[in-house]
């Protein structure tokens, strides 16, 4: 809303809404002016007021809970009467486009602000917050060959974002072969310094993942020689 205030005179008669008082309080845009008078019945009428339509900034983005491997956000402006728009995105960068599209290098929590400007200087402001959820991989393999020949010798998980790994590995018949105790460490094939025979192998991996959540994961890796 805008304020306007009359001077010079006894008693003020607003138009076009027929208000009387020194001072209004306008909520729509328009021509606004005041008839003032004095105790001897002169009166005057002031200059006509032009009150613009003040901006409303607003917005929304999709998707609503990006993350780290999702981490594009598009702005939708919803804003009602803007002619120009600044937007900053939390990270140090900044547009002037309309339904601005960015693109974030890292998690966190970003706080978003959108100012809608008109062609005649009115400006209004609207903040939110965009927050990059981190996430976690894992990926196991199903099969190597510890047969010397300098190729996929090795059985080992590869992960991130992850911690408290733990692999073990049993035979088919659930005899306990080896046991993993983090991500840097490999299966090289082999139980008490013999490698074992081609078969299929059972493996339990227990880890904490981003959120604190803990998990356990079964499945089969095949010896091949």
């Not at 306008?26 to 003040?54: K, L, P, R, W």
Request: proline share 4%; glycine share 6%; with cysteine.
């Amino acid at each position: 809303s805008v304020i306007l205030t009359a001077t010079g005179a006894s008693g003020y008669n607003w138009y076009p809404q027929n208000i009387f008082g020194q001072s209004i309080s306008v909520q729509d845009s328009g021509d606004y002016f005041a008839i003032g008078y004095n105790m001897f019945g002169c009166t005057d009428t002031s200059n006509y007021i032009h009150v613009y339509e003040n901006p409303i900034a607003s917005f929304f983005f999709t998707p609503s809970d990006p993350d780290i491997f999702w981490p594009t956000v598009d702005f939708i402006n919803t804003s009602i009467s803007g002619d120009h728009y600044s937007w900053t995105f939390g990270d140090s960068t900044s547009s002037n486009d309309i339904n601005p599209q960015h693109t974030y290098s890292a998690d966190g929590v970003f706080p978003i602000e959108l100012i809608a400007t008109t062609n005649n200087g009115c400006a209004d402001t609207t903040f939110g917050e965009v927050i990059i959820r981190p996430t976690y991989t894992i990926y196991i393999p199903n099969a190597f060959s510890p047969n010397n020949d300098n190729k996929n010798e090795s059985f080992q998980c590869q992960a991130t974002n992850i911690s408290d790994f733990t692999m073990n590995i049993y035979s088919r018949w659930g005899n306990h072969v080896t046991t993993l105790n983090s991500l840097a460490e490999s299966w090289d094939g082999k139980e008490n310094g013999k490698t074992v025979q081609e078969d299929t192998y059972i493996y339990v991996v227990t880890f904490t993942d981003v959120f604190h959540e803990q998990h356990e994961l079964t499945g089969r890796v095949s010896v091949i020689k």
